[in-house]
T-cell receptor, first 115, second 114 residues
Framework: KAGVTQTPRYLIKTRGQQVTLSCSPISGHRSVSWYQQTPGQGLQFLFEYFSETQRNKGNFPGRFSGRQFSNSRSEMNVSTLELGDSALYLC??????????????FGQGTRLTVV | GENVEQHPSTLSVQEGDSAVIKCTYSDSASNYFPWYKQELGKRPQLIIDIRSNVGEKKDQRIAVTLNKTAKHFSLHITETQPEDSAVYFCAARLNSGGYQKVTFGTGTKLQVIP
């Protein structure tokens, strides 16, 4: 079974630009969560999508948005990039079954550098 | 919402010694507590988890304990080895309105000194 796939792996953008990151979950997983990882800040939750609906959102500005498609693939978009947006962006997919342990499987992440 | 605090942020131990990482959570409705290990340059991977109806779980050299009353849980690694060096994240899962939300701690960088 293929794991969680994130593209691209590395990205360099300039301030003010926008960027779109992609995440393909494990087949059959309907929940996709996005996290921002920076040194010293750990894993900061961005948002979670389930069946094409955003059902949880972290404390990030509106410049951060996302969506999920009918095949459960998800994209996140960051507009008007700032230097502080430089980070590793991780997505995680899970079955999200209420009655079962729903281990989250992480992708390898997209390393975004804003210059 | 749920808040997860994790301590210490960094931990250095001699090879063969034990390491303990502690986490507290705020919402008593949280019912699932996974621990993830992230090696340098790699993705976080689940190493052990515990549900709220269990007080302790062990898997070889690693164990997790849960105190629901105090709302804290801990990761114990015995006989540490250099390959245990990594960042460890605790997390708490909360069922909210029929959905689940996982909140992560800020991570502990463990260094095992040979």
């Amino acid at each position: 079974k293929a794991g969680v796939t994130q593209t691209p792996r590395y990205l360099i953008k300039t301030r003010g630009q926008q960027v779109t990151l992609s995440c393909s979950p494990i087949s059959g997983h309907r929940s996709v969560s996005w996290y921002q990882q920076t040194p010293g800040q750990g894993l900061q939750f961005l948002f979670e999508y389930f069946s094409e609906t955003q059902r949880n959102k972290g404390n990030f500005p509106g410049r951060f948005s996302g969506r999920q498609f009918s095949n459960s693939r998800s994209e996140m978009n960051v507009s008007t990039l700032e230097l502080g947006d430089s980070a590793l962006y991780l997505c995680a997919s899970s079955l999200a079954r209420r009655d079962k342990n729903t281990e989250a499987f992480f992708g390898q992440g997209t390393r975004l550098t804003v210059v | 919402g749920e808040n997860v605090e994790q301590h210490p942020s960094t931990l250095s131990v001699q090879e063969g010694d034990s390491a303990v990482i502690k986490c507290t959570y705020s919402d008593s409705a949280s019912n699932y507590f996974p621990w993830y290990k992230q090696e340098l340059g790699k993705r976080p991977q689940l190493i052990i988890d515990i549900r709220s109806n269990v007080g302790e779980k062990k898997d070889q050299r690693i164990a997790v304990t849960l105190n629901k009353t105090a709302k804290h849980f801990s990761l114990h690694i015995t006989e540490t080895q250099p390959e245990d060096s990594a960042v460890y994240f605790c997390a708490a899962r909360l069922n909210s309105g029929g959905y689940q939300k996982v909140t992560f701690g800020t991570g502990t960088k463990l260094q095992v000194i040979p």
